[in-house]
């Protein structure tokens, strides 16, 4: 970058920009030392900032939950096979007998290769992600400060904070249970890196610096593999600051000077730009030949998809509700900020964050008229590139937003920008936008950092202060860890493999909710990853034409399967596994008892199949480790209960439509198999006063008896109720589950 940085900051005329004379003079080992500590340091903690739940969990918790969090372990493991040559590139083993379906999501292979690196030293495959996530955080780290440091001439002790701001983001610290996505970002520092070593080296050493060149072109590459959303908002972003710099730069010197300029710099280093051309193109050759054919059969993406994913305006201010700083503006926000509540992760930054951003923009503007009217354009590069990227956050940033029912800027970027239709998610654009956003924040503090040096140690103190507060308010502690290594081993110990007559699978169950449905079809892709069997199930962004065992009506999960293999010729050796009683079933058995099943109905203020009468478990959810199925004969009433066989957990249902501030007793009818030590209690989470409380825990024997629980209910009128089982040998039997209105006293337990 000797170009955009020919003068440094402190020969820059503007005011308060201008270096410590201390960085010319030779440093001092003990020096360099000391900050070598102090880097390492802050890295250490950065890392720790953002990974905290599984420094704490001991090392069980890892990024990711268990829907999308499945996905990407399943396709990382699929890699693995590829690496190995035991699987085709292009067809994961799920949506069969669909071929090519890798092209439905991203292909994650940023994230692939070290987790490979690591799944070959022996790492089981969740620490593997976990501890590939975290090298390439620190990458990232490392990036950003040499990227601050030697591209845009920031003093070290400025590039370091700026490097941990990167680092410990909010909207980073949330995006880890997308791990893929938070790799792409916190290494696109190292893109621009590269690009800006190939102009530092374009003149003096051209071979050099087409390598570097070549060397961001792979890595570009590389990420549009990884997450096209990152890739692509890259090289808008990228293309949009190339724009305002020349139009910066054009503005200062009142002529076209600088678009000549550029014009035949191109030219000289023809050779070097169309080198880089080229690897790019050749590595995105099995892109185009993955993704083109998919985007043929599904189509692009209409802008009423994407408004659902589009806040309002001031979306740009919500960090979540779990920010410790701004969390409970952002719980204001997030109430009204996209009709019928938020449908994606929150990317918004916190206040004093924009009020830095906004002043440094305000004020580099105001240098660009001073330039101009001064007609003293010399020094302006620093300036000028400083102020694109803040005319880049501050356009683009508006993409990611809705007007009413309108996007006018993401409508235009759709007609006429190639490659936007296939996103989704526009307002992730500011993950990318980020990094501006922190360079011009730290470009404010340096200017304010040589404005305050007079003043002595007050103004140390003052800059302390505004780099702990910019520290501060990126904390937050919303549940990014969801995937549990002991509670997921649990869960899929008692899967047994397939039996030899099944060549397919889908899953049989059925919930009430996209979630639920969701989490089978992300179980399913990892079980046919572990044994190797391919699954009608799966779950992308896309979906193949005709598949449609999502959204399910009840009593039709397996109509819709055999269908589905019918139509694609695939029926001999389909099979059904149950979830609930880890039984693998010929697919026109469980499509026969499925038929016969009786299915409730919800009702508002209702437990929804009480009794268990339907015969299977579509109603409930688990929760830890618990494995359950239906049982019979053992019933309170009728002819069918819940066993809960093994785990420690629980199954619920939530139950809407109760009245707000009204008390309400929750029963339900325990016994236990003869022998058992296992205990029993019933658990009751409002969701919205966010509050749990238990009853009393038994230790049932064979004799059915009544646990009671009251609560009264908070102003969402919903309530979970969880059956649990406790640690202990033995079934717990469940049956008659009822909740009603209860004027009178708690009693834990009420006789039989």
């Known amino acids: 970058m000797n170009r955009l940085n020919e003068q440094s900051i402190e020969e820059t005329p503007v005011e308060g920009m201008t270096r410590y004379k201390a960085e010319r003079s030779p440093k001092r080992p003990e020096s360099s030392a000391g900050f070598a500590v102090l880097f390492i340091l802050c890295g250490t903690i950065s890392l720790l900032v953002v990974f905290w739940p599984f420094f704490g969990s001991h090392f069980d918790k890892t990024a990711g939950d268990a829907a999308d969090g499945r996905l990407q372990l399943s396709l990382l493991q699929h890699w693995v096979k590829v690496f190995r040559h035991q699987a085709p590139v292009a067809s994961p083993n799920f949506f069969y007998p669909q071929k090519g379906v890798l092209g439905y999501t991203d292909t994650f292979l940023g994230l692939a290769l070290p987790h490979a690196l690591f799944r070959s030293l022996g790492v089981g495959p969740f620490l593997a992600v976990q501890f590939a996530t975290m090298l390439a955080v620190a990458l990232g780290f490392v990036a950003m400060y040499l990227l601050m440091r030697g591209g845009l ?57 087409t390598a570097y060149l070549s060397a961001a072109a792979l890595l570009l590459a590389l990420t549009f593999y990884t997450s096209y959303y990152i890739a692509w908002f890259v090289v808008l972003c990228s293309a949009t600051v190339a724009v305002f710099y020349l139009a910066c730069r054009v503005f200062v010197v009142h002529n076209e000077s600088p678009l000549s300029q550029t014009l035949k710099d191109a030219w000289q280093q023809r050779w070097s730009l169309i080198s880089a051309g080229v690897v790019f193109l050749v590595s995105m050759v099995p892109f185009f030949a993955l993704y083109l054919p998919v985007l043929h059969r599904t189509g692009k993406r209409n802008l009423g998809e994407t408004l659902l994913y589009l806040p309002r305006p001031v979306g740009v201010f919500d960090v979540g509700k779990n920010n410790l700083v701004w969390g409970r503006v952002s719980a204001r926000i997030e109430d009204w900020v996209i009709p019928g509540g938020l449908h994606e992760h929150p990317v918004g930054w916190p206040l004093l964050t924009v009020v830095v951003f906004l002043v440094t923009s305000f004020y580099c503007g105001a240098q660009l008229l001073r330039l101009r009217r001064d007609r003293n354009p010399r020094s302006a590069r620093m300036l000028c590139l400083v102020s694109a990227i803040a005319l880049t956050c501050l356009t683009l940033s508006t993409a990611g937003m809705r007007l009413g029912s309108h996007a006018p800027v993401w409508w235009l970027l759709t007609k006429f920008v190639p490659g936007a239709a296939a996103i989704r998610i526009p307002q992730r654009i500011d993950l990318v936008l980020n990094i501006g956003v922190v360079i011009v924040c730290m470009f404010g503090f340096e200017i304010l950092r040589k404005k305050l040096a007079v003043y002595g140690s007050a103004a140390f103190l003052l800059l302390v202060l505004l780099a702990g507060g910019l520290g501060i308010e990126q904390l937050n502690t919303m549940a990014t860890h969801l995937l549990s290594r002991k509670e997921e081993s649990a869960t899929f110990a008692n899967v047994p493999p397939p039996p030899k007559s099944c060549s397919s699978f889908y899953i049989s169950n059925w919930s009430p909710n996209e979630l639920g449905m969701l989490q089978f079809q992300t179980s399913a892709v990892w079980i046919a990853q572990r044994y190797n069997i391919p699954t009608l199930n799966g779950t992308s962004s896309w979906y193949p034409p005709g598949w449609d065992l999502m959204d399910i009506p009840r009593g039709h999960v397996s109509e819709r399967a055999i269908k589905w293999a019918k139509q694609n010729a695939v029926s001999d050796g389909l099979c059904a596994l149950d979830l609930a009683s880890d039984v693998w079933k010929p697919a026109a058995v469980a499509g026969a008892e499925e038929a016969s099943a009786t299915f409730a109905e919800p009702v508002p203020g209702q437990v929804t199949d009480s009794g268990f009468e339907s015969g299977d478990l579509g109603y409930w959810t688990p929760f830890l480790s618990a494995h359950a199925t239906i049982a019979m004969p053992e019933a309170h009433s009728g002819t069918r209960s819940m066993a809960e066989l093994d785990g420690e957990g629980s199954f619920y249902q939530d139950v809407p439509g109760l009245q707000p501030g009204h008390r309400y007793r929750v029963t339900a009818w325990v016994s236990a198999s003869a022998g058992a030590d296992a205990g029993a209690y019933i658990a009751v989470y409002d969701l919205g006063a966010n509050v749990a409380t238990f009853s009393a825990t038994v230790h049932p024997d064979q004799k059915w008896q009544m646990l009671s629980h009251a609560v009264t209910v908070s102003d969402k009128g919903v309530v979970r109720i969880h059956l649990f089982r406790t640690k202990g040998t033995g079934t717990i039997y469940w049956d008659d589950v009822r909740i009603q209105p209860d004027p009178g006293n708690d009693s834990n337990n009420l006789p039989n």
């Open 153 to 209: 001439r920031f003093p070290r002790s400025t590039a370091l904070i700026g490097s941990t701001l990167f680092i410990i983001s909010n909207m980073y610290y949330i995006y880890v249970v997308h791990a893929y996505i938070l790799v792409s970002v916190t290494t696109a520092p190292v893109l621009f890196l590269l690009i800006g070593k190939y102009w530092e080296q374009n003149e003096a050493k051209p071979a050099k610096a």
